[in-house]
């Protein structure tokens, strides 16, 4: 049998030349003249996505070529032979399609990219006629097996007929006029039984003066609990669009039929009681009002398209279809929870915030609004009023305000709460891309989510993060809520921190006596500036950094008993009219003067240095209150730093991570005593990266450097970064793809075979590197390489209710909180989020029968309130109170 990765065998080739100067069958020519063509117009691509999709192609190389045009589309780039590269690159597919060179070729077999369609329907014909072969095979084999009963073998050859064409005649969009017909048949065949406005109108006065109407490249995300009536609003908007104020409009439906949709609209508009038109009730006066609104429904350039399993690059592609044909000025989309992208995702809830973020690249793109309906939680439910809130529409939680945030332009933290409180936008941060990559990205606002039963999470390497029980947090099998992690789950937290986007160097001497004066030094109000040091390296080092900076000339005070001494940091002049210590006002300008050892922390503009003044920084507060020595018993090193200040443990962890360096903190307790905590250093890979760029001052230094030879001989040791044992499924899968056995694996590993024992443990990143290599596995490889290290939760208690917050991240959709990689909400690029909700829903003696509420829970561009209108449901529709 041919392997399908291998071309049909060309004709002998005398003269040379490249694989197109051949000629292949006429079915792999129309594929490569569809590719070509794709990677020539971005036109053409939006032409082909609705006659072809991917297994359409009869070669896999092409397959592969085809979903990265439209991976690289999707985003919003130019899909050409340089893009596609380095997409199929970063998938690891680039040479199984014969590398960048056959990307080129593809390009240049394709005279014009307009004859786009016509090579799309050969491909598509040509891939129905091989599955109609298959078909044919599949139903021989059927018959002449004779297994079952007749009729269910019949069925299933029906089934196999029918999946010939995907039922694809039936999916497309079509315009209102060409529907009333049917859907009159419909009726009749039932009856026989028995102000100026800049932005496009929503048919609702309030609503439309405080949107001033829906605006080009607006994202509008209409929300609600089911039976609310938001797919009847969302018809509301088209019918003002369309057949009140004859603009172009598109429903996608994934819930609703054309007919029923038609009938809704009938029923809305010629104002018949929906239930007549399905029983087939209408008296004589319902006829007439029909009569009387038919020109007016049958003559709207509305289109509807209620195609199953609609992904949203045929949206986009029929999307724009409509904007060059018939100007289209208003698109819906019924509902969000209900598409699909047509790929394998890590996660349901990634997958809904990548809809998310391409409706607003297709709003932006058009320069049309688009309403995307979208399925609240269960959150209303248990709350006492029922109202609706931004947070029930996310797909993630909440956080506390202590919540830190690390920052990507300082490389310092914040908090969600003061992001929030002082109203800051676009923020720089820290975020995991899909690679698995810490990349900067923007952090659009933050927001309150109300008050919410809070639990705080531990990991096993010290960070805590207290959020909501569905907030979600990422684990090697994607995204999952902190209501179903437990106890031994791993959970993704930065392996390392890049450098900040703006560093900024500060003198040296100021570093280094910062460190010192954290560590060791002593600097409460109405007492002498003072450090202390057994180390005469550090004596010197602050003597001499105190005099150079601050023309301070220090005082020794020997304690023999103690073998300390302590060096007297007084003004270099008197302290008269209002003159301080200098070195007092440096720290009282930091916000460190006056504090204690447990409330010391490490100032802001630390985080900003340049890396070499982060290693110097941390070497010089290692000398102080820090250890690095080898135990002789345990035959190990000791590599930790104590403090009695949690905040500075948590500053000093993250600095560690600039240097590519993990950090744990322990907890420390005696009793009597401040809880100490701990931050140590684990696993010989990361003491000897500790050892060779930490320039620790002093005599630890010294013992620090004279580890390093025993620390190198250390081999096998990756009891910290590891990859979850949970990955040895998507190794056994590939395995089964490739038909290689458990016991060839372990021998082309070179290891020896143990039989289920392999699968037991977690892998270190190096030996999953090693399996990705060959497997080839690009999946694999991601996670060998990836930024990210898998902490283990060691417990989660309940904490009682706080009021929360939730940030936005476009693109990522994710943020290091704590040091934790968190995910975000759905509504971050939505421009205007309205919140459906009616009262008598919940209460059917609800003195508020009949009315909704439109809560406008965000406007982007103007105030938020409620707009309170009248629900007619026998009419399908909303309207104004006054009316």
Known sequence: MTDRFDEPPPPPDEGGGSQLDRTPPQDVLAEQSVLGAMMMSKDAIADVVEIVRGRDFYLPKHEFVYDAILSVYGRGDPADAITVADELGRTGQLQRVGGAPYLHDLLSSVAIAANASYYAE?????????????????????GYAGEGEVNDIVDAAQAAVYGVS???ANEDYAPLADLMEETLDEIEAISAQGGEMVGVPTGFTDLDELTNGLHPGQMVILAARPAMGKSTLGLDMARSCSIKNNMASVIFSLEMSKVEIVMRLVSAEAQIQLSSLRKGSMNEDDWQRLANKMADISSAPLFIDDSPNLTMMEIRAKARRLKQKHDLRLIVIDYLQLMTSGKKVESRQLEVSEFSRQIKLLAKELGVPVVAMSQLNRGPEQRTDKKPMVSDLRESGCLTASTRILRADTGA????????????????????????????MTMTHAFSSGVKDVFRMRLASGREIEATANHKFLTIDGW??????APGHRLAVPRHVPDPIATKRADDDEVALLAHMIGDGSFVKKQPIRYASVDEANLTRVAEAASRRFGINAKRDEHSAARVTTLRL????????GKRNPIAAWLDGLGLFGLRSHEKFIPEWVFALPLDQVQDFIGHLWATDGSARWDEQARQARIYYATSSRRLADGLCQLLLRCGIVARIKIAQKSGFRDGYHVHIYGAAQQL???????????????ARQMVPRLEAIKGNTNVDTVPREVWASVRTSLTAQGMSHRAFSEALGTAFCGSALWKRSPSRERLGRV???????????????????DSVVSIEPLGQQEVFDATVPGTHCFVANGVVAHNSLEQDADIVILLHRDDVYDKESPRAGEADFIIAKNRNGPTRTVTTIFQGHYSRFVDMQH
């Open 570 to 577: 007084p003004a270099p002049f008197r302290l008269t009219h």
């Open 689 to 703: 990266t500790f050892c060779r760029t930490i320039p620790v001052w002093g005599a630890r230094g010294v013992s």
């Open 480 to 485: 999952v809520p902190l209501e179903d992690l």
């Open 413 to 440: 933290e914040t908090t969600i709460g003061e992001i929030y409180s002082q109203g800051l936008r676009d923020i720089p941060v820290w975020s995991v891309d899909e690679n698995h990559r810490v990349v900067p």
């Open 772 to 790: 990705a290599t060959l497997l080839e596995d690009p999946d694999l490889q991601k996670l060998a390489d990836s930024d990210l290290l898998w």
């Open 122 to 142: 050969i491909v598509r014909d040509k891939a129905i006629l091989r599955r109609l072969v298959e078909a044919s095979v599949q139903i021989a084999q059927m």
């Open 166 to 168: 995907d039922g694809k």
